[in-house]
């Protein structure tokens, strides 16, 4: 059981919009802790979408975005396209004195 | 090219130690933080352990805490997990990824294909 909440799945039709969930807790997203995105396809290492929030690292399509706010975060994708169905992750910190790092369960997005 | 590597997987008996090498190539090394994160077959990934860009800052997931050390040697551009008292559960691949700052609070921007540990009787 993660203790960031991921959905563990989504799926849309290509073109469409797509929201994945992280819900996290006072200890960590709701004190502040930055919250990091990546995609990861099968086989492959992951990739960071997003950093710190809803910064997107160049080469990364602005039709993803990220947003955060209390105790949870939120990736978006439009214009989905059949390239990016693969398992989507989001990351923070426990913001006390252990500073250990967190990840979703994880999220596998299917384009219909 | 920026790049890491790792290395030093392999299959070891429960209750064994093992360390795990990271090689950095193609950007300051010291400018940046640096993480271990595991993903066992079929499972999602977990972030393992985090070091600062000097050394003085350090974290452990609370599964490897007290038997995990991570390390770096700034000199040889190179990051090394210590693992010992190994359990069934570490079996993984290992990715050594690089922060996109100096702490390793960062999103992981450079990753490395993984080093796979096995933990078996």
């Known amino acids: 059981q993660s203790v960031l909440t991921q959905p563990p799945s989504v799926s849309g039709a290509p073109g469409q919009r797509v929201t994945i969930s992280c819900t996290g807790s006072s200890s960590n997203i709701g004190a502040g802790s930055d919250v990091h995105w990546y995609q990861q396809l099968p086989g492959t290492a992951p990739k960071l979408l997003i950093y710190g929030n809803s910064n997107r690292p160049s080469g990364v399509p602005d039709r993803f975005s990220g947003s955060k706010s209390g105790t949870s975060a939120s990736l978006a994708i439009t214009g989905l396209q059949a390239e990016d169905e693969a398992d989507y992750y989001c990351?923070?910190?426990?913001?006390?004195?252990?500073?250990?790092?967190?990840f979703g369960g994880g999220t596998k997005l299917t384009v219909l | 090219e920026v790049q890491v590597v790792e290395s030093g997987g392999r299959e070891v008996r429960p209750g064994g130690s093992l360390r795990l090498s990271c090689a950095a190539s193609g950007f300051t090394f010291d400018d940046h933080g640096m993480s271990w994160v595991r993903q066992a077959p079929g499972k999602g990934l977990e972030w393992v352990s985090g070091?600062?860009?000097?050394?003085?800052?350090?974290g452990y997931a609370d599964s490897v805490k007290g038997r995990f050390t991570i390390s770096r040697d700034n000199a040889k551009k190179s990051l090394y997990l210590q693992m010992n008292s190994l359990r069934a559960e570490d079996t993984a691949l290992y990715h050594c990824?690089?922060?996109?700052?100096?702490?390793?609070?960062?999103?992981?921007?450079?990753w490395g294909q993984g080093t796979t540990v096995t933990v078996s009787s």
């Open positions: 070091i600062n860009w000097n050394g003085d800052a350090t």
């Open positions: 990351q923070s910190y426990d913001n006390s004195l252990s500073g250990s790092g967190l």
């Open positions: 990824a690089r922060t996109t700052g100096s702490s390793y609070y960062y999103g992981m921007d450079v």
